[in-house]
């Protein structure tokens, strides 16, 4: 097992004070805060804007309809996904010793559990925060989606993170996206399978 103890730790500090700040900066104009995973064991300070998403929207998917869930949902199109990368510096430290402390011959089961295991302790950083008022103090906390995203994630594995981190209020406002992208997913799915039957 993991000893994430540390990155836990180093984790909660860095997103409390950056997390502030950007609650300070933007306010209610915020919809989506958390952590992207950017594969292996390393991840990014996440959030997105209404503005924002109205721009990337108009800009990069020509307010084409089919796709605006893609512009809400996928961090690789936030604008401010790197933004504030340094200000978790520490953080990434933590995550390049936990990679370094696996065992390089642990069986897949080992690995997933490790894996699962580091989620746990993203989780666990974002539900304290969330107990202790950060995401309520001075915006409206039903407005705001904690997450941890992935983009080679499901959306159904993510929508399950999602519920897990969030009051009801914000998942009834949100459950429509992420049914209509599980539903774009298998539908997909089941067309690529049908074209090689």
């Known amino acids: 097992m993991l000893d994430t103890k540390n990155f836990e730790k180093t984790l909660y500090q860095d997103t409390k004070k950056t997390f502030k700040d ?3 900066k933007y306010g209610n104009d ?5 952590f992207y995973h950017t594969g292996s064991y390393s991840l990014l300070p996440m959030f997105n804007t209404l503005s924002d998403l109205k721009e990337v929207f108009e800009t990069e998917y020509n307010n084409d309809v089919s796709s ?5 949902w996928n961090p690789d199109d936030y604008p401010t996904l790197e ?9 990434t430290l933590e995550c390049q010793k936990l990679e370094n402390s696996i065992d390089l011959f642990q069986s897949d089961i080992e690995a997933m559990d490790n894996w699962h295991q580091w ?3 993203m989780e666990k950083v974002l539900m304290q925060l969330d107990a202790e008022g950060l995401f309520s103090n001075g915006i409206e906390r039903e407005k705001i989606t904690l997450a941890i995203l992935a983009y080679d ?3 159904s594995i993510q929508f399950k993170r999602i519920k897990r981190l ?3 209020a914000v998942l009834t406002q949100i459950q429509a996206d992420f049914e209509t992208m599980i539903a774009e997913r298998e539908k997909c799915e089941q067309e690529a399978l049908n074209a090689f039957n």
Do not use: C, H, R, W
């Open 22 to 24: 950007i609650i300070q």
């Open 30 to 34: 915020l919809y989506v805060m958390g």
């Open 68 to 72: 605006f869930y893609m512009a809400k």
């Open 83 to 91: 933004s504030y990368s340094e200000y978790f510096d520490e953080t």
């Open 119 to 121: 989620l746990t302790a």
């Open 153 to 155: 994630e499901e959306e």
């Open 166 to 168: 969030n009051p009801p």
